[in-house]
């Protein structure tokens, strides 16, 4: 989707590296959301962000929703060989309809 | 806890036949998504319903319909199935709040089209 870009398009890193992962849109968030997908299998949903400004932990991973609500960034830290996937943002820009960003597949190294 | 069920997980089809895929949402979530993943390709909003109306409508092909049921799961009825539906087809439900609520995904069906 447009709506959405994420960026890097790809990332790897080395096991116990530090990494962020960008989400960018044009218009006004109503709902962000961050999701894992490991290769081939279902999304896994990681945190939703609806304040501008909100953060959130959980374990290693930290969203936070910039106070215009128009990007969003997931930063790992420490990052495990169980982190890699693709990682996808995703958000309602008003009505009813739902957008996924453009993905970012995470390789971490051993 | 509950997560939302999809079946079947797999299925094999031929070009012009139908397939129906079913999603069970968690229980008490009244709004159920549909979303098609092609290989390599992002999730793309098919449709979704709302205590049973279809309440949006994303780009989902005139051979395929969708409907929910008074138990709040939905189908996805898909005929003359071309090459090009070859995917993984996602459900994914949430309570209505205020706004677009918090969505859960299930696992997904794969669907091959041969």
């Known amino acids: 989707s447009q709506e959405l870009e994420q960026s890097p398009q790809s990332l790897i890193v080395q096991e116990g590296k530090n990494l962020t992962i960008n989400c960018t849109s044009s218009?006004?968030?109503?709902?962000l959301y961050w999701y894992k997908q490991k290769y081939g299998e279902g999304l896994i949903f990681l945190m939703m962000?609806?304040?501008?400004?909100e953060e959130k932990s959980h374990e290693k991973i930290t969203a936070k929703l910039d106070e215009k609500k128009q990007q969003s960034s997931l930063h790992i830290t420490a990052s495990q060989p169980s982190h890699a996937g693709i990682y996808l943002c995703?958000?309602?820009?008003?009505?009813?309809?739902?957008?996924f960003g453009t993905g970012t597949s995470l390789t971490v190294i051993p | 806890a509950a997560g939302v069920i999809q079946s079947p997980r797999h299925l094999i089809k031929e070009k012009r036949e139908t397939a129906t895929l079913k999603c069970y949402p968690i229980?008490?979530?009244?709004?159920v998504y549909w979303y098609q993943q092609g290989p390599g390709q992002d999730p793309q909003f098919l449709i979704s319903?709302?205590?049973?109306?279809?309440?949006d409508k994303g780009s989902i092909p005139d051979r395929f319909s969708a409907q929910q049921f008074s138990d709040y799961h939905s189908e996805l009825n898909m005929s003359s199935l071309e090459l090009g539906d070859s995917a993984l087809y996602f459900c994914?439900?949430?309570?209505?709040?205020?706004?677009?609520?918090?969505?859960?995904f299930g696992p997904g069906t794969r669907l091959t089209v041969l």
């Open positions: 994914a439900s949430s309570p209505r709040t205020s706004g677009l609520g918090e969505q859960f």
């Open positions: 218009k006004t968030l109503y709902g």
């Open positions: 962000l609806q304040k501008g400004g």
């Open positions: 995703g958000a309602s820009l008003g009505g009813n309809q739902f957008y």
């Open positions: 229980p008490r979530h009244d709004t």
């Open positions: 319903f709302y205590e049973k109306m279809q309440s």
